[in-house]
Each structure stands twice: as structure tokens, then as C-alpha cells.
């Protein structure tokens, strides 16, 4: 089944404990993209890739890291979370070719920073 | 910079009613606009998406025209159910920074039978 997973689904942390949120995709995607959802601001982009080796950032960089040494994972790592980073976070990929402006979300992950 | 201003929720309506969600954008380049829907519990799923001026995207009976003179993309439908409960987001992306995208703040509608 083609799909993007994130790991782990939900996480309770405590401020400056350094953790890491998995994405991967399975449908041989060359673009990977992670957002942050927060009520009444919508989706926002934090970084994104359009291929291996190559990341850039979104609107809210900041506290965030990023790799992407291989094209099906993508993930993304908090070196020192605060707790303005509590939110729900989504992963997503996007086809090459003429469907490249699709993205498939993964599930999210709901992320509560102490 | 870019961005994306949509009409504030919960929009609630009855079964088989017209739904109609304003989304209007500012763009530097030439953007490729876009409706996602989020059910409850899930990721986001897009809905439609147009490319140019005068497009009209449309799926599972939704429909919006890309509005190059109003910038304007409304989401429309004819006669909704309960299991159009969801919330949407409109989103662009422009063609000189292209992988950056802009979401709007979304807007929750909710369906009563």
C-alpha cells in the first residue's frame, strides 16, 4: 500500500531532551515536505526536500533540523525542544512529473513538549 | 511573501445545503492553488487543485475557479452530506519558489443530519 508513516504517532518530552520524529515514504518520491498544525494558524511549513541531499527551509525553521541521505526517509529532529514546539506535526511527499504539486500527508504526529 | 486568507469557522449547515468557503491569496509568482481536507483523526488529503487562470478543479462534487482578477479559489458544493464534515484548507504554491508552500488557517464545517 503506497503511504507516508511517521513515528511514533504520539510523544510526551520534556524541554531540551533532543528527539527525532521519522518520516517515510514508499512511493519513490522525490519531494518530502514537514508542517506543523496549530489552531487558528493552519499548516505551516517547517522544511523541505526535493531531493536526496537537497533540504530548504520553510516558514518556521527555527529549533528544527532536518536530513534527507536517502529519498524514502526524511526526519526531523529537535535538538532542544521548548514548549512552543507542542503541536501536531505532519510529513508528506509528493509524485515527480505533471502530479508533482500532490502531496499525501502521513498520519501526524502529536508532539507535547513539557 | 505569499499567503493564503480564508474565511473563519465552524461553518454549520444541514444535510443537502449549498456550501461555499471564501479563500483568496496574495502571490508573487504565478501560483498553482489547491483545496485539502483533514478529517478528524487523519493527515490531509487533497481535494482539488487548479493551475492556471480560469481552471476550474474538481472532486467528489466540490468544485473552485482559479480567480486570476479577484485571487480568488472558493470552495463550493451543491448539496452536502454529513460526511463532508471535515476541515479544509486552501494552499498555493508559486512557481518561482516551487516546494514552498502557503496553507491558510483552514475552516472546520460541520454537517447536521
Known amino acids: 500500500e503506497a503511504q507516508v508513516t511517521q513515528n511514533p504517532r504520539y510523544l510526551i518530552t520534556v524541554t531540551g531532551k533532543k528527539l527525532t520524529v521519522t518520516c517515510s515514504q514508499n512511493?519513490?518520491?522525490?519531494?518530502m515536505s514537514w508542517y506543523r498544525q496549530d489552531p487558528g494558524l493552519g499548516l505551516r511549513q517547517i522544511y523541505y526536500?526535493?531531493?536526496?541531499?537537497?533540504?530548504d527551509k520553510g516558514d518556521v525553521p527555527e529549533g528544527y533540523k532536518v536530513s534527507r541521505k536517502e529519498k524514502r526517509n526524511f526526519p526531523l529532529i529537535l535538538e532542544s525542544p521548548s514548549p512552543n514546539q507542542t503541536s501536531l506535526y505532519f510529513c508528506?511527499?509528493?509524485?515527480?512529473?505533471?502530479?508533482?504539486?500532490?502531496?499525501?500527508f502521513g498520519p501526524g504526529t502529536r508532539l507535547l513538549v513539557l | 511573501g505569499n499567503s493564503v486568507t480564508q474565511m473563519e469557522g465552524p461553518v454549520t449547515l444541514s444535510e443537502e445545503a449549498f456550501l461555499t468557503i471564501n479563500c483568496t491569496y496574495t502571490?508573487?509568482?504565478?501560483?498553482?492553488l489547491f483545496w485539502y481536507v483533514q478529517y478528524p483523526g487523519e493527515g490531509l488529503q487533497l481535494l482539488l487543485k487548479?493551475?492556471?487562470?480560469?481552471d476550474k478543479g474538481s472532486n467528489k462534487g466540490f468544485e473552485a475557479t482559479y480567480r486570476k482578477e479577484t485571487t480568488s479559489f472558493h470552495l463550493e458544493k451543491g448539496s452536502v452530506q454529513v460526511s463532508d464534515s471535515a476541515v479544509y484548507f486552501c494552499?498555493?504554491?508559486?512557481?518561482?519558489?516551487?516546494?514552498?508552500?502557503?496553507f491558510g488557517a483552514g475552516t472546520q464545517v460541520v454537517v447536521t443530519p
Open positions: 508528506a511527499s509528493s509524485s515527480p512529473g505533471r502530479s508533482q504539486e500532490t502531496q499525501y
Open positions: 512511493m519513490n518520491h522525490e519531494y
Open positions: 526536500s526535493m531531493n536526496v541531499e537537497v533540504t
Open positions: 502571490a508573487t509568482g504565478y501560483p498553482s
Open positions: 487548479a493551475t492556471k487562470a480560469d
Open positions: 494552499a498555493l504554491m508559486t512557481t518561482d519558489s516551487w516546494g514552498k508552500f502557503q
